[in-house]
């Protein structure tokens, strides 16, 4: 099993940052990849970044690119997403996730922080 636990969301004015992060514990030591979704009221939850465990590539929603940054620390099996350039649009319930292998049958999920940004 494994227990995801994010933190560092909250309110913001528009153009600020925020770093969430996610805290990975238990069976992590084959982790694949990491990475976020997220989903705002009355819309489906979406993708929003991933990193490759291995290796370290990266993936981003289009609308977040150049403004988001997904990384991680192996050492502290702690992955993080940096926000920039905040938009009332990024607005939502911030969900990181696990895929131990690759395919999404056996994800993980946290229990997601929620990101107001006013404008």
């Known amino acids: 099993q494994v227990q995801l636990v994010e933190s560092g969301g909250g309110l913001v004015q528009a153009g600020g940052s925020l770093r969430l992060s996610c805290v990975a514990s238990?069976?992590?030591?084959?982790?694949?990849?990491m990475g976020w979704f997220r989903q705002a009221p009355g819309k489906e939850r979406e993708f929003v970044a991933k990193i490759i465990w291995s290796g370290g590539s990266t993936y981003y929603l289009d609308s977040v690119k150049g403004r988001f940054t997904i990384f991680r620390d192996n050492t502290k099996n702690t992955m993080y997403l940096q926000m920039n350039s905040l938009k009332p649009e990024d607005t939502a319930v911030y969900y990181c996730?696990?895929?131990?292998?690759?395919?999404?049958?056996?994800?993980?999920w946290g229990q997601g922080t929620q990101v107001t940004v006013s404008s």
């Open positions: 996730y696990l895929d131990p292998t690759i395919g999404v049958a056996a994800r993980y």
């Open positions: 238990g069976r992590t030591f084959s982790s694949y990849a």
